[in-house]
């Protein structure tokens, strides 16, 4: 028997809101020794990220990045650099461009950003975040 197509007409691309509603929530089920990694780190959902970080990491458009982990570089020891407030950044926009074309659930997609930008940050290995993702 054939199912009846359901009525789709009414639904909208998830928000800022959203999305930053989906990420406290994929953060907050992150193990806790990872999460302390970065303590109590704010989530800044934009659409796209600013034209300084497409320039600074010389990207060919916006959509070439998901997220970004921003906080001292803890590779360099040089204190005279710029200091930067640490927070995550997520991209909606380029989030959902991905979600699209993959069959992976959003809130999969975020967590996986957020255990990427948070864990390259630090200096894990990619094995280390696997296993954080498995444990979640």
Same mark, same amino acid.
Not at 52 to 63: I, K, Q
Not at 74 to 101: H, K, V
């Given at each position: 028997?054939? +199912?009846?197509? @359901? %009525?789709? *007409?009414?639904?909208?691309?998830?928000?800022?809101?959203?999305?930053?509603?989906?990420?406290?929530?994929?953060?907050?089920?992150? #193990?806790?020794?990872? +999460?302390?990694?970065?303590?109590?780190? #704010? &989530?800044?959902?934009?659409?796209?990220?600013?034209?300084?970080?497409?320039?600074?990491?010389?990207?060919?458009?916006?959509?070439?990045?998901?997220?970004?982990?921003?906080?001292? %570089?803890?590779?360099? @020891? %040089?204190?005279?650099?710029? #200091?930067?407030?640490?927070? &995550?950044?997520?991209? $909606?926009?380029?989030?959902?461009?991905?979600?699209?074309? =993959?069959?992976? $659930?959003?809130?999969?997609?975020? +967590?996986?950003?957020?255990? =990427?930008?948070?864990? =390259? =940050?630090?200096?894990? *290995?990619?094995? %280390?975040?696997? +296993?954080?993702?498995?444990?979640?």
């Amino acid at each position: 028997m054939m +199912r009846e197509p @359901s %009525d789709y *007409s009414g639904m909208l691309a998830p928000t800022l809101d959203d999305l930053e509603a989906i990420a406290a929530t994929a953060f907050a089920a992150l #193990p806790e020794r990872f +999460r302390h990694l970065c303590g109590e780190i #704010p &989530i800044v959902i934009q659409d796209f990220p600013e034209e300084d970080v497409l320039v600074e990491m010389d990207l060919e458009s916006p959509f070439d990045i998901l997220g970004l982990f921003q906080g001292p %570089d803890l590779a360099m @020891s %040089d204190t005279g650099s710029a #200091p930067y407030t640490t927070m &995550i950044f997520l991209y $909606r926009r380029p989030i959902l461009d991905y979600w699209a074309e =993959h069959e992976e $659930r959003l809130g999969d997609v975020i +967590r996986h950003v957020l255990v =990427h930008e948070i864990g =390259h =940050h630090f200096g894990l *290995s990619d094995g %280390d975040m696997e +296993r954080i993702e498995a444990e979640t």
